[in-house]
């Protein structure tokens, strides 16, 4: 078989890949990280004070997560798809970061000085990342699960995207354990524990994400 019947065999019956086909991973994968964190964090670290269900704090931490979740899906969509743009969703990533970054200064610098300190470290600071990427785990198994099915060229970068993804479903986990009530705590601790998961995550895109 000549070069130009083998390629014409192997295109026989190709048609334009399905848009949907990221969207049919992901949905399920997000879902079911979310699922799983939510169990671990309640399930084995308990669940968030009851005085708590009343509090903004909480809410803004589920927005936070939930806002950090969908950019990175978005991000991990681009990232599987070859030579697919990906400026505008990691711009969108690192514009919720910013503006949660700036939230949070703005609450520690209006803080009294004497109250900085315990509005920064809180009484959890010590644990809170390294929880929120345990908790994390399922969702980056899933994550990276999404990216192999899909056709990643940077697998560093992809591996990025998933850590991001499922370090934002892993926060939004952690939020129904964490006692934590101020915006500079969960400004740089949360966003800690998910670049994290996303440093993770991008350690072992290389080695999954290879074709």
Do not use: D
């Amino acid at each position: 078989m000549q070069t130009h019947e083998l390629i014409a065999a192997l295109a026989s019956g190709a048609g334009p890949a399905r848009r949907a086909a990221a969207a049919r991973r992901l949905v399920p994968a997000i879902v079911a990280g979310a699922l799983a964190s939510a169990a671990l964090a309640v399930g084995v670290l308990g669940p968030v004070p009851a005085g708590m269900l009343g509090n903004p704090a909480l809410w803004i931490k589920l927005a936070y997560a939930a806002a950090l979740a969908l950019s990175a899906a978005w991000l991990v969509a681009r990232r599987g798809r070859p030579a697919a743009p990906t400026a505008r969703a990691s711009s969108l990533v690192v514009a919720v970061f910013a503006v949660m970054l700036g939230l949070g200064v703005v609450s520690w610098w209006s803080a009294p000085p004497a109250m900085r300190s315990a509005a920064l470290m809180g009484q959890t600071w010590s644990v809170c990342f390294a929880l929120i990427v345990s908790i994390s785990l399922p969702a980056l198994v899933g994550s990276l699960w999404v990216l192999r099915g899909l056709a990643p060229t940077e697998p560093r970068a992809a591996g990025l995207a998933a850590g991001l993804l499922a370090g934002a479903l892993g926060t939004m986990g952690y939020s129904l354990h964490c006692p934590e009530s101020t915006l500079p705590f969960i400004a740089l601790w949360y966003s800690l524990g998910v670049v994290l998961t996303g440093v993770l995550g991008a350690a072992l895109g290389p080695r999954l994400l290879r074709w």
